[in-house]
C-alpha cells in the first residue's frame, strides 16, 4: 500500500524563482495536510483540505504562497517568488477524516518530505 | 487547542522500557491527547491516541491520568531504532499542532 508521495525530494533554486511542490495523498483520504519544518520554528501546519477545499490556511507565512488540490489525488504548494528565508523541509501528510468519532480522528499519515533549499 | 509540556530531551537504556511524560493540564473534556514520532529525516510516524482510558497497540502503550492533565508514553523495550523526537498533541479536530517535543536518545 503506497504511502504519502512528494516529489521532488530535494529542490535546489536560486532566490525569485518559481518553486511548486507535489503530493500524491494516501488513496481513498478526504484530508491533505502541508507542513514546513525549520530548526528555528519546529514544524508548522500551513493549509489542509478537506474533500479538496482548502478549510484553514491560517499558517501560509504570506501571498507568495499558495496551495491548491484540483482533485483527490494530487496536490501542490508554490512559492512564487521563493525567497533564503523559505528553505525548510516540506511536509505532506493525508488522512481520513469525516464526521467525529467517539474513537477520535484518524492519524494523518506523512510523506518523506521536500528538502528545499533557495540560495 | 491545549497546550502540553514535555522534558526536552530523555536518554534510554536499550531493552529498557521508556516512559515519556506529558502534561497538559488545560484539556478539556473532547479533546484527545496524541502521540506522534519523529525519526531523523523522515516524516513524522503516528504511535497512538487516547481519551480517557488506557491504550495500547503494537508499538506503546499509552497511560492517562484520571484527571487527564498528564499523560505517560510508554516503549516496553526500546530499541535503537527508537531514537526519536517523540510528540504529545492534545486536540478535538483534524489540526496537529506540534510542539518541540521530547528528544528520546536510545543508547547500547
Known amino acids: 500500500d503506497a504511502g504519502v508521495i512528494q516529489s521532488p525530494r530535494h529542490e535546489v533554486t536560486e532566490m525569485g524563482q518559481e518553486v511548486t511542490l507535489r503530493c500524491k495523498p494516501i488513496?481513498?483520504?478526504?484530508?491533505l495536510f502541508w507542513y514546513r519544518q525549520t530548526m528555528m520554528r519546529g514544524l508548522e501546519l500551513l493549509i489542509y483540505?478537506?474533500?479538496?477545499?482548502?478549510?484553514?490556511d491560517s499558517g501560509m507565512p504570506e501571498d507568495r504562497f499558495s496551495a491548491k488540490m484540483p482533485n483527490a489525488s494530487f496536490s501542490t504548494l508554490k512559492i512564487q517568488p521563493s525567497e533564503p528565508r523559505d528553505s525548510a523541509v516540506y511536509f505532506c501528510?493525508?488522512?481520513?477524516?469525516?464526521?467525529?468519532?467517539?474513537?477520535?480522528?484518524?492519524?494523518?499519515?506523512f510523506g518523506d518530505g521536500t528538502r528545499l533549499s533557495i540560495l | 487547542d491545549a497546550k502540553t509540556t514535555q522534558p526536552t530531551s530523555m536518554d534510554c537504556a536499550e531493552g529498557r522500557a521508556a516512559n515519556l511524560p506529558c502534561n497538559h493540564s488545560?484539556?478539556?473534556?473532547?479533546?484527545?491527547v496524541y502521540w506522534y514520532r519523529q525519526i531523523h529525516s523522515q516524516g513524522p510516524q503516528y504511535i497512538i491516541h487516547?481519551?480517557?482510558n488506557n491504550e495500547t497497540n503494537e508499538m506503546a502503550s499509552l497511560i492517562i491520568t484520571e484527571d487527564r492533565k498528564s499523560s505517560t508514553l510508554i516503549l516496553p523495550h526500546a530499541t535503537l531504532r527508537d531514537t526519536a523526537v517523540y510528540y504529545c498533541?492534545?486536540?478535538?479536530?483534524?489540526?496537529?499542532?506540534f510542539g518541540t517535543g521530547t528528544r528520546l536518545q536510545v543508547f547500547p
Open positions: 487516547g481519551l480517557k
Open positions: 488513496s481513498g483520504h478526504n484530508s
Open positions: 488545560t484539556i478539556s473534556g473532547n479533546e484527545y
Open positions: 483540505f478537506n474533500n479538496n477545499v482548502p478549510i484553514d
Open positions: 498533541i492534545v486536540t478535538l479536530s483534524d489540526k496537529l499542532i
Open positions: 501528510a493525508s488522512g481520513d477524516f469525516g464526521t467525529f468519532s467517539r474513537d477520535g480522528n484518524q492519524p494523518q499519515h
